[in-house]
């Protein structure tokens, strides 16, 4: 075989996409502000270990699939770092990493003078 017989196929991680924005989740009966990554573009499978996310050297302290597998939703409680990569997997193995430019700074925010009494608030000092 010769290199010009080899057929490249296309790389399915091009589709994935990312989404930043601050949420409020209640999580222990108690709203919490969150930063959400959401990725779409790929089918990420239930599994019976529980999924994780890590962004630089921060990982998810939640992550949520979408039934059609389609939509997975991270929940950070600690600020992100400007990346440029996200990756994903399942119990203590990372599966996947997609290079996807993360910038928190240019993420939706919510108004804290709106936030519940109580709010949980660990990214206010995102620094």
Known sequence: ?????????PDPREH???ELREVLLDLHEKPHVLMRARLTGWHFQHRAEEPFM????VVSRLVRLAPDGLTADAYFDKPL??????SFGCGRTIAWDFDL???PERAPRLERGRLP????????DRG
């Not at 075989?1 to 196929?9: A, Q």
């Not at 770092?81 to 996200?86: D, E, G, L, T």
């Not at 009494?117 to 206010?124: E, H, I, N, Q, S």
Request: proline residues 3%.
């Open 101 to 103: 430019d993360v910038d």
């Open 16 to 18: 994935v996409r990312l």
């Open 117 to 124: 009494k109580g709010a949980v608030d660990r990214l206010r």
């Open 54 to 57: 890590v962004v630089g050297e």
């Open 81 to 86: 770092p400007r990346a440029k990569r996200v």
């Open 1 to 9: 075989m010769e290199i010009r017989d080899i057929i490249r196929l």
